[in-house]
């Protein structure tokens, strides 16, 4: 189980970097891109949709933070990282 649990830290970690890679590059579209005169970004709904996005990567960021802690301790993390991968891949 430690083995999988480690596998299973990575995955998150690995997930949590290309949700924050696809998070930089959707900012630094809707700056750039335009409609109606003004940055699409300055638009509620593509706010709320970026907002959205930085919520769940800071959540996700937090689980797999937390379950690398727990297995650096030498404690179970089973369920952490087991949810870190689920919620990181989402």
Do not use: N
């Not at 970026?50 to 650096?72: F, H, N, P, S, V």
């Amino acid at each position: 189980m430690k083995i999988l649990d480690g596998g299973r830290i990575s995955i998150a970690a690995l997930s949590l970097g290309i949700a924050k890679g696809a998070y930089e590059a959707s900012v630094k579209y809707a700056q750039e891109r335009h409609q109606f005169g003004k940055p699409i970004a300055s638009f509620q709904g593509i706010a709320f949709k970026l907002a959205d996005m930085a919520t769940k990567i800071q959540a996700a960021e937090l689980l797999t933070r937390q379950a690398g802690d727990l297995k650096d301790h030498h404690q179970t993390s089973t369920k952490i990282s087991a949810m870190a991968k689920y919620y990181a891949s989402q």
